[in-house]
């Protein structure tokens, strides 16, 4: 059985030391997780996370709400930033895992 966790920020630099021993314990026990981008530059790093370890990671882009208030973003910045190629970038993620179950 697959377990997939829908919630994990694995790009945060609390998982920068050992983020290679979380993501062979995930392979190692069929877990797949989807990663939440948080921010600019979280976001960069969860798809690089996502294409790095696909058999693992997928890839979610957004904003942590502390962030866009903080920022002062507007929803006309938070739509840019995350941009059409990305979004295609995450359904490609998740069409792939699709066809292969
Ligand atoms: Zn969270």
Redo the contacts with the bound molecule.
């Keep these: 059985m697959e377990l997939v966790d829908i ?1 994990c ?1 694995l790009d945060l630099p609390q998982f920068s030391r050992d983020l290679g021993e979380v993501v062979a314990r995930c392979v190692e026990k069929g877990v797949v997780v989807v990663n ?1 981008g ?1 921010g600019f530059v979280s976001n960069r790093e969860t798809l690089r996370l996502a294409s790095e370890h696909s058999d693992v990671v997928r890839p979610a882009l957004g904003f942590h709400p502390t962030e866009v208030v903080r920022k002062k973003l507007g929803e006309k910045q938070v739509l840019e930033e995350v941009s059409i190629q990305e979004v295609l970038l995450c359904l490609e993620h998740y069409l792939l895992l699709y066809l292969q179950n």
């Design positions: 919630h920020h939440n948080i």
